[in-house]
């Protein structure tokens, strides 16, 4: 068996679910094959256990101890994915395992046990409060089988409900966590039910719709309060070779380190002598906190009078990311939302202009791979607006000027009433 296998199989424990990909990339350099003849012991109770061992081929009984009334012996079969040692971490086992057919079992050696308890789920160095801003949103607390908890941040970006992006890049990392770390997502979509609520844990369930040797689906439910507030299908895919081509030219726009960043701009606004007083005052009176997501824009819009339906930006992560492909991916999904579905009042903007806006759907399609802490140009276009829905497309560049990422996006968008505030509905 080579080491791609390994991974393939270890990505289908559940034990491992947790891991980052590099733990568990390292996990299968040192892993050791053991096989066993029908009838025979595996572990014996009163004996040390060497390691943690998964079933790869065959079936094993566990039965308790002899000394237990013959009436009273638990027994408990074993099947492929299943694991026994766990926890263990040297001690005598408590149990007898006997082999009940040829068995092949993957043991972790107990030198290497510390793989197994990572910090984090994307990084197996280090602790979550030295990762980027981005990353520690992302970063996800495993409860059960296929069930992981999210929060929202104090500082996190939230627009008065769970910000839709948050949604999207947590939903996605808990659909990473459940594939193994060779299939990486192509694209996903997304529907908005209610609004979140920001003082609430978010419960993600994950629904595994398809395992396949190239392609995996999965479907996660988010849920408040026991209500499904958003659902997300993802499809993954084990990287291949194949036929390329490319017909979207990057646009040319003006480097980013040549623009303004958000903090840059917003010292322009108080201090612009051109600008009203009464202007200059609402934005200083707004508390100012740095995204997460760090954003330069191609031209600088008034957001104060009509103009075109579209816009550029660059964008990065703050901060450098932890090297795992999936997290990249959710970092791209999350701040995909940022400025996104706005695009389509820009015909419709004037002065004093109030507005209500949800998102309602979001699809994405990952073309190649992508380094979410590298600048990206974001470029998005509004083709329709009607019926009190805007309709947004994006397309996403690496410096290269690759199309990496292709979006589209709906959302409400509204007059708001005079005391009309979108707040969750839980």
């Not at 025979?40 to 237990?68: C, H, K, M």
């Not at 069930?147 to 104090?154: A, D, E, N, S, V």
């Not at 209500?227 to 070779?241: C, D, G, H, R």
């Not at 490319?246 to 600008?275: I, W």
Request: charged share 25%; glycine share 8%; hydrophobic share 35%.
């Amino acid at each position: 068996m080579d080491q791609e296998e390994v991974i393939e199989f270890l990505g289908q424990v559940p034990l491992f679910q947790r891991l980052p990909g590099s733990s568990l990339r390292r996990i299968a350099e040192v892993v050791e094959v053991k096989h066993y003849e029908r009838g025979e012991y595996v572990s014996r109770e009163g004996e040390p256990v060497d390691g943690l061992y998964v079933i790869w081929e065959g079936q094993a009984e566990v039965s308790g101890s002899t000394n237990l009334e013959e009436g009273n012996r638990p027994e408990l079969r074993l099947r492929q994915y299943d694991y026994f040692g766990y926890g263990a971490g040297g001690s005598v086992g408590q149990v007898n395992v006997v082999a009940l057919s040829k068995l092949t079992c993957l043991v972790l050696p107990d030198e290497y046990r510390q793989l197994l308890q990572p910090k984090s789920i994307w990084n197996a160095e280090g602790t979550p409060d030295n990762f980027s801003f981005v990353e520690r949103i992302l970063q996800l607390e495993p409860l059960e089988v296929d069930i992981f908890r999210g929060y929202t941040l104090p500082d996190a970006p939230t627009f008065r409900q769970v910000f839709g992006g948050q949604l999207i890049g947590q939903a996605l990392a808990a659909a990473s966590k459940t594939v193994d770390c060779l299939k990486v997502a192509y694209s996903l979509h997304v529907l908005f039910l209610v609004a979140g609520d920001n003082n609430l844990p978010i419960v993600y369930q994950v629904h595994r719709a398809r395992d396949g040797n190239s392609f995996a689906t999965r479907r996660v439910d988010a849920k408040q309060q026991g209500t499904v507030i958003f659902t997300l299908l993802a499809s993954f895919q084990k990287e291949e070779l194949g036929f390329e081509h490319e017909n979207a030219l990057m646009p040319h726009v003006p480097e980013p380190e040549t623009l303004p960043s958000m903090e840059e701009l917003r010292e322009r606004q108080l201090t612009d002598p051109g600008l009203p007083m009464y202007y200059r005052n609402s934005v200083a009176r707004k508390k100012f906190v740095p995204w997460p997501i760090e954003i330069r824009f191609c031209e600088i819009n008034n957001f104060t009078r009509p103009s075109e339906p579209r816009l550029n930006y660059w964008f990065r992560a703050r901060g450098k990311l932890s090297n795992d492909p999936a997290l990249h991916r959710c970092v791209v999904a999350y701040a995909s939302d940022l400025v996104f579905s706005g695009v389509s009042l820009n015909p419709h903007r004037t002065r004093g202009l109030k507005t209500a806006s949800l998102s309602l759907d979001h699809s994405m399609w990952f073309h190649r791979p992508v380094k979410a802490d590298d600048w990206l140009l974001y470029v998005i276009e509004s083709p329709s607006t009607y019926g009190g829905r805007g309709f947004v497309t994006g397309r996403m560049y690496n410096r290269k000027g690759e199309l990496v990422v292709s979006l589209t996006q709906e959302a409400l968008i509204r007059k708001a009433k005079p005391s009309q505030v979108l707040k969750s509905k839980l």
